[in-house]
């Protein structure tokens, strides 16, 4: 097996599990490759010894048959830009705060890893989106796709923006708010749900528009059809506004339009069998439980 392993970060708390990884890996038959930027955080004023058995990346390539991401969410967002279509399925190793998408704990990564290397685990099928902007503006983003969401919003101002929105051409509505969010499912419980937007299962074929503080108090979330194009035109009392791709910002003009669909292709989770996303919600929304006492 080809594995490839990603991290953003290399803090205190991520020590134990990132020693513990690779041992686990380099006393395995497989060949693995860190990223080179991560390679040389972890090698460098670390006490830890990488032989020769593991060796870096920079890009992935259809050859890799799966990639661990070590952090939080936010790094698990970051290792969607590696696999990108390449259909290499992703699993995370959470050592940051909430966990939706990274779903492995530090107490059971062992059992994880053994069910990851004998191929026993669940493919879940996430949907992403893709934004393009008229006129062209070349690709601002890195790359033109999420795998959370698509958030319009106000910059280098306070005050609010309209959001002009079509839905397959047809106008839906003008937002009067900070901004407006274009979720996936995926990203339905991040920024989209501290926003009052609803939970959405993964596998389902929608999106959900969610207004940032809007002014007109009747707008709310909306959930439609995933095969529906996304048309918007901002204005208000400054000339650009913000565009951001998941974690990824661009500054826009207020003369450009932006189109936002669902993209071609999927990224790849991996969810063992143990786990399952109900599961999640009641660990990590705390559902079913009573804390008042």
Known sequence: MKIAIYGQFYPKNSEAPVKFLLNYLQKSENSVYVERKFYDEITSGHEIDLNRSFHT?????????????????????????????????????????????????????ESALKAILSGDYKVSERSVLTARTEPEMGNPFELDF????????????????TIETYLDGEYLTSYW???????????????????????????SDNLVLTPIAPHNLNARP?????S??????????????????????????????????????????????????????RKKLLWGEDRRN
């Open 57 to 109: 990346f920079d890009a992935l390539d259809n050859s890799f048959d799966v990639l661990i991401s070590i952090g939080g969410d936010g790094t698990m967002l970051r290792s969607a830009n590696y696999v990108r279509d390449l259909d290499i399925p992703m699993v995370g190793i959470n050592t940051g705060r909430l966990g939706f998408l990274a779903t492995i704990q530090e107490d059971n990564i």
């Open 146 to 161: 999420a795998l959370n969401e698509i958030a319009i919003s106000r910059k280098d101002t306070t005050s609010m923006i």
């Open 177 to 203: 708010a900070d901004g407006l969010i274009i979720s996936t499912p995926t990203g339905s419980t991040g920024y989209s749900l501290s926003c009052g937007g609803p939970v959405i299962m993964p596998r």
């Open 222 to 226: 909306l959930v439609i059809p995933g």
């Open 228 to 281: 529906m194009e996304i048309r918007l035109r901002v204005s208000g009392r400054e000339e650009n506004f913000l565009v951001s791709l998941d974690s990824r910002l661009a500054t826009v003009h207020t003369d450009t339009i932006i189109y936002v669909k669902v993209a071609p292709f999927t990224i790849k989770m991996i969810e063992l069998q143990d786990g399952s996303f109900l599961k999640t919600l």
